[in-house]
């Protein structure tokens, strides 16, 4: 069996950054820049005033002058200043030529049509000159930028509508069990309904992507052979169940029919010990254990790690925090254990949400992360710090 460290290190050497596409900046929300974007002009394009005010000359300042106009935003400008007047400006109007400062509204006194102005008056104040925040052709947003609303605006700012950027991979799901009801389906007795295929689907909507293609096989070898044929043409696939050392358990000689070929089998953790790791081509499988919780971590310390290296991006932060309950691990297994982190004035604070067993998803849906605890029998004791990963939500 690998260790969680060397299983996490292969799935960060056979993901690779999937080829660029050009999308819709609405579409490129998340995702990773493949090119530079540049200005297309400076910004702003013209000296913009600031604030609500007056435009004004320093030679003026402590006297009481004219009105000599006014100028809104968006409105073309067709006076100049001169000594001895003043003009009313709008927050984002472009300032007449002269103007040396624009004097808040809140900061001068309007005596019909002249305003006094204060006895000081900074050069420049309250203008953001041409090209102050932009110049024409400078990178503003460089290759591996993650496209943000505020990147968003950026774009928008310079008019582009398409950019390249790193796409999310196309993914499919395939729960196998026969003791599986699916979706909608009334379970018999001895069956339980299917919560992995749910489950996973909303660990990838979490991440941006949709599983466009979600199957539930039984235990049959032919039903998952035929499962993987059709998610073929996916970036990525996830089966749940079927890959440990049972009778029923079909996943890896199907994969090994179906042509792919196996990069790891079996982790030593806790839980999620049958993980299973493959590849086709360019195509990713992950095997995960039917058991929930193996489910879910083989899909939060794993699978995403392969998202965010299919898309461009760095894994995720691992966080340190103080233990609020002694710990005592039961095996020599590394065990991730689900846990309530929140901040304090001292830090991260953590309190484990143990359940019975990694199916007992009841006990864990109040945990937002996951403890590292490494192998070994040594309890740790509260108090004590402890590395741990944060859930998407």
């Keep these: 069996m690998l260790t969680p460290e060397a299983a996490f290190a292969k799935v960060l050497e056979v993901a690779r950054p999937l080829p660029p596409r050009r999308v819709t900046v609405r579409e490129a929300l998340g995702l990773v820049l493949a090119e530079p974007i540049s200005a297309d002009r400076d910004y702003p394009p013209f000296p913009r005033a600031m604030m ?115 796409p999310r991979p196309s993914l499919a799901t395939i729960t196998t069990g026969s003791e599986l009801a699916a979706h909608g389906e009334q379970p018999t007795p001895v069956q339980i309904r299917d919560s ?84 086709k081509g360019g195509q990713l499988i992950f095997g995960l254990p039917g058991n929930p919780l193996g489910c879910h971590l083989g899909f939060h310390r794993y699978v995403a790690a392969a998202i965010r290296r299919m898309e461009g991006k760095p894994p995720a932060e691992v966080y340190r925090g103080r233990l609020l309950q002694t710990i005592r691990p039961k095996t020599g297994r590394a065990h991730f254990v689900p846990a309530q982190a929140s901040w304090s004035n001292d830090g991260w604070q953590l309190q484990p949400q143990p359940g019975v067993s990694s199916a007992d998803v009841f006990h864990a849906a109040a945990a937002n992360c996951y403890l590292h605890i490494p192998p070994g029998p040594v309890e740790i004791t509260q108090g004590n710090d402890v590395e741990f990963s944060l859930f998407s939500c």
């Design 196 to 279: 992995n295929g749910p489950m996973l689907a909303a660990l990838a909507a979490e991440m941006g992507i949709d599983a466009s293609i979600a199957m539930t096989v039984p235990d049959r070898f032919e039903d998952i052979l035929d499962a993987l044929a059709a998610a073929a043409e996916k970036d990525l696939v996830l089966i749940a169940g079927g890959v440990s050392v049972g009778t029923y358990d079909y996943v890896p000689r199907a994969l090994e029919r179906f042509g792919a070929e196996t990069i790891f089998h079996r982790v030593a953790q806790k839980p999620g010990k049958p993980l299973l790791l493959a590849r």
């Design 52 to 166: 609500d005010g007056y435009a004004v000359r320093f030679a003026d300042a402590g006297r009481t002058v004219p009105v000599a106009g006014e100028i809104a935003a968006g409105r073309q400008v067709d006076i100049e200043l001169a000594d001895g007047s003043c003009i009313e400006i709008m927050t984002g109007a472009c300032c007449p030529p002269g103007t040396q400062a624009v004097v808040q509204k809140e900061h001068v006194r309007r005596e019909g049509d002249a305003v006094a102005l204060p006895a000081e008056i900074a050069p420049g104040q309250h203008i953001a000159s041409a090209g102050s925040e932009c110049r024409r052709g400078q990178e503003a947003l460089p290759v591996g930028t993650i496209v943000s609303p505020l990147a968003a605006a950026v774009l928008a700012s310079f008019g582009v509508e398409i950019v390249p950027a790193i």
